[in-house]
């Protein structure tokens, strides 16, 4: 059974229900949210009736909780610490993030490593490892994955040397993995159209077993352009045949894969129409259209 969903909101009066429920009128069994705003870090508290009920509709509709994956804000670094009060915010603020997903019963939180900034990347690489390892408790029951990055400014986690110097380090092993992004693959230099070649390489230096997300868009921008600008599925240079290649790749069966494409005009996301055009693997070229027309 595919596993597939999109990045969806949520508010905090209808918190993980209203995430449930937008997943559920895309047509996906599975689906991804951040706690709050992604850029920046306020947020509220968790109502657990409100759990309760999401929990009991994801039933009603056999959506599994393990496939519901948590997205850290974007604008939290863990590799610069030249300013120590941010990076001990940084610590604190992911820290609570791992304490709200287990209050929900999430197990995957998918986190950006990080930038360097103005520091050499060997030193903000273990900015990373330290902070991950301070954070870290023995008994959560947390996989925090660890997104691969396009390589736009100083981004860290762009190839696979430097994911598995991550987890190399960490302490708590069973506690991290990895998050692809075929859109950041595509910019940071890995051709998707050889995608069989890069998970072998990947399961060779890291292991597959470590891949617990793929995050599947398309990409605005050619092969090892740095850039990272999402595209919608088949718009972009990657094209719609490698992605299918992607989502249906028999060694990610079982991953969830989660569409962070653009919004249609900013206001009308794409998802319901991307994930029937997905299942039924054929490309709808007038699939913008559709959207704007509600087919
Ligand atoms: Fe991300
Ligand atoms: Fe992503
Ligand atoms: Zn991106």
Do not use: W
């Not at 390892?133 to 981004?155: F, H, Q, R, W, Y």
Request: proline residues 3%; negative net charge.
């Amino acid at each position: 059974m595919l596993i597939i969903g999109s990045h969806v909101s949520y508010k905090n009066d209808t918190q993980l229900l209203g995430s449930v429920k937008e997943a559920l009128s895309y047509g996906s069994n599975a689906f991804m949210f951040y706690t709050g705003a992604p850029q920046n870090t306020k947020r509220g508290e968790i109502n657990d009736l409100i759990t309760v009920d999401a929990l009991s509709l994801m039933k009603d509709n056999n959506m599994d909780l393990l496939h519901v994956i948590c997205h850290a804000p974007y604008i939290v670094n863990l590799a610069n610490n030249l300013d120590l009060e941010k990076y001990q915010f940084a610590m604190n603020f992911l820290r609570q993030e791992i304490e709200r997903c287990i209050t929900l019963g999430v197990r995957y939180m998918v986190l950006h490593p990080g930038s360097a900034t103005s520091i050499n990347r060997d030193e903000a690489i273990d900015n990373i490892v330290y902070a991950l390892n301070k954070i870290l408790m023995p008994d959560d029951d947390i996989v925090i994955l660890l997104e691969t990055m396009a390589g736009k400014g100083t981004e860290l986690g762009i190839n696979i040397g430097e994911i598995k110097y991550i987890i190399d380090h960490i302490e708590l092993k069973d506690k991290v993995g990895v998050c692809l992004d075929t859109c950041h693959l595509n910019d940071s230099g890995v051709d998707i159209s050889k995608f069989n070649e890069y998970l072998d390489e990947f399961d060779r230096e890291i292991g597959i077993n470590k891949i617990g997300c793929v995050h599947v868009n398309d990409s605005k921008n050619p092969l090892g352009s740095k850039k990272d600008r999402h595209e919608n599925i088949g718009f972009g240079t990657i094209g719609f045949d490698n992605l299918i290649n992607v989502i249906y790749n028999e060694r990610l069966a079982s991953v969830p894969k989660i569409l962070e494409t653009p919004y249609i005009d900013k206001e009308l996301p794409p998802y319901k129409h991307e994930i029937a055009m997905i299942r039924e693997r054929k490309f709808n070229e007038n699939l913008i259209n559709d959207i704007i027309e509600n087919k």
